[in-house]
């Protein structure tokens, strides 16, 4: 039996972390791009501390208007100035409180392209190149950024979501979709431990597709997310 370790997104104004921390194994804290400032950071390391969770970036495309949910086109200097700091703001923050990042995890709209453009996933691994040594990646199994990590010899987690439905091509059923969120408790723990034990995932077409993951996110701002964290957390 594998070992079940959570992560979340925190730092987004959900206002649940307190509660939700002591269940997680990894955070990935916004650090600007979509949302987040100098004072939810501090708190969200500040409480990753205190429940001995890794820490992680959550850099995004810098698009707070739209949450970071929209893929934008901007210039490869511009997105990569972007991440770069957002990741360094949250690291001086680190650095202060005498801990560090564990990984980056891109967020939204980034996430999903990287997964299966090259070229953008190219240029994100160039933006997060000085990191390379340091921090882990977040990446989904299967995709494009995946194999472009481990060709140029990143440090991958490889990670499934516990909250979102997949389509065929294990790309995530879109949020603008009704069926996109899992929210029933019995549901989830179906999802998570047919990913977890047999590695395989049950898709919105009732196909089965291979799908490895090290681990699972359940979004902060997912509806009932505390109890659907305690019920996936007690499941394993």
Not at 130 to 139: E, G, I, Y
């Amino acid at each position: 039996m594998k070992v079940l370790k959570l992560n979340s997104d925190v730092g987004e104004g959900a206002k649940n972390e307190k509660d939700i921390f002591p269940y997680l194994f990894y955070c990935n804290i916004a650090c600007g791009g979509h949302t987040g400032t100098i004072n939810s950071m501090t708190e969200m390391v500040t409480l990753a501390l205190e429940n001995k969770v890794l820490i992680g970036a959550h850099p995004s495309y810098p698009d707070k208007e739209n949450f970071g949910r929209k893929s934008m086109n901007t210039s490869e200097e511009s997105l990569i100035n972007s991440i770069r700091n957002q990741i360094n703001a949250l690291k001086d923050i680190t650095t202060k409180l005498g801990t560090s990042i564990h990984h980056i995890k891109p967020h939204g709209a980034l996430y999903n392209d990287i997964s299966k453009d090259e070229i953008k996933a190219t240029l994100f691994l160039k933006a997060i190149l000085p990191f390379k040594d340091s921090f882990k990646l977040f990446v989904s199994n299967n995709s494009i950024i995946e194999q472009l990590a481990l060709k140029n010899r990143f440090s991958i987690v490889r990670e499934a979501f516990a909250d979102r439905n997949y389509n065929d091509d294990l790309s995530l059923v879109s949020r603008n979709n009704e069926n996109a969120l899992i929210s029933d408790k019995l549901v989830m723990i179906n999802h998570v431990q047919l990913i977890l034990n047999k590695s395989q995932v049950k898709t919105i077409n009732n196909q089965k597709m291979k799908l490895v993951a090290d681990t699972f996110c359940i979004h902060s701002d997912t509806p009932k997310a505390l109890e659907l964290i305690k019920a996936v957390h007690g499941s394993v």
